[in-house]
């Protein structure tokens, strides 16, 4: 056998024979979240995503950088101009009402933002404790939260929202129509949660974490949260734009807001009367709210990608 | 483990093949990998044979291009990976330049394959004899309903598996790992390959489990005159195994020979370093003299290590720190319904463990050895008996006193890449046991992080960075520094190396015992690796379902195992079965 297998040594120069296992730093931290940007970073759609986010929230917050017109005010409206074209100073021409549509959409812009941030954050107050809560602490916790959240699940969140509206008709306002639809959408955004964290307690730094001497609530704050949160975050972003959307058809209903708040929906809904002859007071608005929502969606579905490691180390 | 009795027919005909010419020929073999940060090169200029009948292995740590290579020769290789030089004859014919159709007609008939996982490579939702008529049929081995049947029962019983016939109906899931592994095996020789490759076949399975599977393959093979390519991270078993071990390192050879020959008279450093790292060859010369000359730049020598370790802990050996009496933990599964049923995990288990000495719980999985573990670290309620660690009942502590025992005893778990927060930066981690029990101020804490990286031997510029940049070695590491932080009397090591290579595992191991010495420390060393046991450990318990079945001194034990368990154990080592009279 000794002629077809020769003993055979490599030339030791040839091989690497640096010390085991020596750390190798490469020049630039990396991080879930630095990772996430750098990744984020390389992608044109979101700039763009992320320009029209910058502008919508610069309009709701100084309007009056982006129109001269204050559409509030009594003498806004010029009947005359009834469904006017555009003209100088009034680039997307008038409402029925001679008001100016641009400067209608400006202002509205703020009431659609607002309604989107204040039902995400009731979202994700009631959504991640209850999720985090019942994923850590299973048995009868578990069970409990979960058959409550079930049962908002069940309810068609816009249903439910609809009939909140209704019933609460004389308080028609921005606070009433988030509570209304966030107070109905977090079982979806708690069931996500409850999954990542059921996936994250059963890690070793959990277990490291107790036997170190945390106490459970510690262990959930400081541990299994950090690493369960990402998820919801991209989720978060997606019920943004749901919840804009929402609330421009509760208006269009009108059960949502009262028509002396400017939105989006209001708008609609009041152009939808002559959109047979002058569509252009419908489309404008209409317009505005897809862009929005096509923005965080873009977004919400980018951070969803960038801050999953598997799903980069696929593309 | 009485499913797993061998009732073995063989009625293959075997190969009549010129022994002189070889099956395989290798040659100049480039395999590279394209990425996003370019072209990976993982395997760079291999060459070898391999001749009919003949069982070669191939020896690396991860990383090495072993299994890459492996794959290479059934042109197996992943989508983003090519074969970019040199060339592979199959019975003189280039695989490069065989089509689809023929290549498919290469794989079953010429080479069949073992895959490492026994657990994912059935398909959980068809049949087992689905699975195997499956293969059957594509390997066009028989025709017709009746016909293919009785040949599947037929593969099922060379594999092994008595009541062929029945099990054939079964699903995977109702198959223990080793009789997954028989049945991949099974098919894997279905078609009575010339060649058959296995790829770690047995790195899932337990130990026991892992030498009648080997003593399977070698079985069938030997009586079939069909070459094995056994593809391996264990240098003792590949030596026990095949006739010729290839090395590679870094998508290279670096030695290669008959397996006598690279074991006895090693001649490249690399070689050299890993036969001295690897336990299940250093557990073989610790009772024989080790050998003090010849030693190179970085070897760590497992077996020496070993020796200066038990010397210091017999010297400095101190009273009972931790204490288990009668413990019992008993789970109750859910059945369906209201049912539910009792399993009794761990039994009425009693041992000492004493200071600064090492103490072993071996056993293979489900023995009940973790949960042992994880009711001495105080994550799992014992069902009843009593706990003792430096005085204190853990069993019966709360709050205050449970968090003060705790600051005395601390866990390194087994994955490294699961034990660490991955948000955290390492100074942080290291820092938390320190921040929780409100040790010293931020200033001094830093401090105390940097002094524990470097007991470890890890650089301090790494406290700022995040686990993702570390390797599972210095992973483990600073699981280590953790658990040290608070100074503990007592280190739970669940599995602490068994997920690490061959040369990394050796140097947690030295750094481990260092440490021992060092600090004084008191480990419990849960493994299912008596060759591990071996190199660290002063006194073993041996646990088989629940029950401490022996337990005593290391050395005796190994000596003289007074249990048929222990002994099947034992004789699972690879390479125990080796003559070391050099």
Same mark, same amino acid.
């Given at each position: ?23 190798? /730093? ?23 995503? /992320? ?27 010029? /009947? ?64 409990? /939260? ?170 | ?582």
């Amino acid at each position: 056998m000794s002629d077809k297998n020769p003993h055979y040594v490599a030339p030791i120069e040839e091989s690497d024979q640096t010390e085991i296992d020596q750390v190798k /730093l490469s020049e630039r931290k990396s991080t879930l979240w630095l990772d996430a940007w750098r990744d984020l970073r390389r992608r044109p759609l979101f700039y763009v995503a /992320l320009v029209i986010v910058i502008f919508i929230v610069a309009m709701s917050v100084f309007p009056s950088w982006f129109t001269d017109i204050d559409p509030y005010a009594t003498d806004s409206a010029d /009947l005359s101009k009834s469904n006017g074209p555009a003209e100088p100073g009034h680039p997307l021409g008038f409402t029925r009402q001679g008001q100016d549509i641009w400067a209608r959409i400006v202002y509205g812009a703020s009431t659609s933002l607002s309604v989107g941030l204040i039902t995400v954050a009731i979202t994700a107050i009631l959504g991640v404790p209850m999720g985090a809560i019942a994923g850590f602490f299973g048995g009868w916790v578990d069970s409990l /939260l979960s058959r409550i959240g079930d049962i908002f699940f069940s309810l068609p969140y816009f249903l439910a929202a609809v009939v909140v509206m209704t019933v609460l008709s004389d308080y028609r306002n921005v606070w009433v129509i988030s509570v209304a639809i966030g107070g109905f959408a977090w079982a979806t955004l708690a069931r996500i949660v409850r999954a990542e964290v059921l996936q994250v307690k059963q890690q070793e730094y959990v277990q490291a974490s107790t036997s170190l001497g945390r106490s459970r609530m510690g262990t959930l704050i400081n541990h299994v949260l950090p690493n369960s949160i990402t998820p919801a975050i991209a989720y978060l972003t997606l019920a943004l734009g749901a919840a804009i959307v929402a609330e421009a058809t509760l208006s269009f209903l009108g059960i949502g807001l009262p028509n002396s708040i400017m939105s989006w929906g209001n708008e609609i809904s009041q152009a939808s009367i002559t959109v047979r002859t002058d569509p252009l007071p419908l489309i404008y608005p209409s317009l505005a709210l897809i862009i929005t929502v096509l923005a965080f969606t873009i977004l919400g579905e980018l951070l969803r990608d960038a801050l999953d490691p598997k799903a980069r180390a696929r593309r | 483990m009485t499913t797993d009795v061998i009732t073995t027919s063989i009625d293959e005909q075997p190969h009549e093949l010129d022994p002189n010419k070889p099956l395989v020929q290798v040659k100049d073999l480039e395999v590279s990998f394209r990425t996003q940060g370019g072209d990976v090169h993982a395997v760079r200029g291999v060459n070898f044979d391999i001749y009919p009948g003949e069982t070669v292995a191939i020896v690396g740590e991860s990383g090495s291009g072993k299994s890459t290579t492996a794959t290479a020769l059934m042109n197996l290789l992943p989508g983003n990976g090519r074969i970019s030089g040199g060339q592979v004859l199959i019975e003189d014919k280039d695989i490069s330049k065989l089509g689809q159709r023929q290549m498919a007609a290469v794989r079953g008939h010429v080479i069949g394959y073992v895959p490492q996982d026994p657990m994912s490579n059935l398909n959980p939702v068809w049949s087992v004899g689905f699975q195997v008529r499956e293969a059957i049929k594509a390997n066009g081995l028989a025709k017709g309903r009746k016909e293919v049947e009785a040949r599947a029962i037929e593969v099922l019983q060379q594999a092994g598996l008595s009541d062929a016939e029945r099990r054939m109906k079964q699903f995977p899931h109702q198959f223990s790992g080793g009789m997954r592994q028989r049945v991949l095996i099974g098919i894997g020789l279905g078609a009575n390959p010339k060649l058959l490759i296995a790829d770690e076949p047995t790195s899932a399975l337990d130990v026991t489990v892992q030498k009648t599977i080997l003593d399977h393959i070698e079985n069938l093979t030997r009586a079939r005159n069909t070459a094995v390519l056994l593809i391996t991270h264990d240098l003792g078993l590949a030596a026990e195994r095949a006739s010729k071990v290839i090395v590679m390192h870094q998508g290279k050879i670096v030695e290669a020979g008959p397996s006598r020959a690279i074991l006895t008279d090693p001649q490249h450093p690399y070689t050299r370093r890993l036969l001295a790292a690897a336990p299940s060859i250093a557990s073989q010369r610790i009772g024989a003299t080790v050998s003090e000359d010849a030693k190179d730049e970085g070897v760590i020598e497992l077996a020496s290590i070993a020796k200066d370790r038990h010397e210091e802990a017999e010297a400095h050996a101190g009273g009972a720190v931790v204490k288990v009496e009668d413990l019992t933990k008993v789970f109750s599964i859910r059945r369906g319904g209201f049912k539910s049923e009792d399993l009794t995990a761990v039994d009425n288990v009693s041992f000492e463990v004493h200071k600064g000495t090492t103490m072993a719980l071996v056993g293979e999985s489900g023995s009940g050895k973790t949960t042992v573990a994880r009711m001495i670290l105080g994550l799992e309620t014992p069902t009843s008996g009593e706990i003792t660690v430096g005085g204190t009942r853990l069993d019966k502590a709360q709050g205050k006193e449970l968090f003060d025992v705790r600051r005395r005893m601390q866990p390194v778990f087994q994955d490294p890449y699961a034990s660490l927060d991955p948000q955290r930066s390492i100074g942080a981690i290291i820092g938390e046991p320190l921040k929780v029990h409100k040790v010293g101020d931020a200033k001094s804490r830093t401090a105390r992080v940097e002094e524990l990286l470097d007991q470890v031997s890890l650089p301090g510029a790494i406290a700022h960075r995040y686990p993702n940049e570390l390797s599972g070695g210095q992973r483990q590491r600073v699981a280590i520094a953790r658990a040290l932080a608070l100074k503990p009397e007592v280190v739970v090591l669940d599995e602490a190396v068994s997920a690490l290579d061959v040369l990394v595992q050796a140097q947690v191991l030295q750094l481990l015992a260092d440490l021992q010495t060092e600090l004084g420390l008191t480990y419990l060393f849960i493994t299912h690796d008596l060759a591990v046991v071996r190199v660290i450990a002063d006194e073993v318990a041996v646990m088989e379902q629940g029950k401490i079945v022996e337990a005593g001194a290391t050395d005796e034990v190994f000596a003289n195992p007074q249990q048929a368990y222990t002994q099947r154990l034992l004789d699972a080592i690879p390479g125990s079965g080796l003559d070391w009279a050099v």
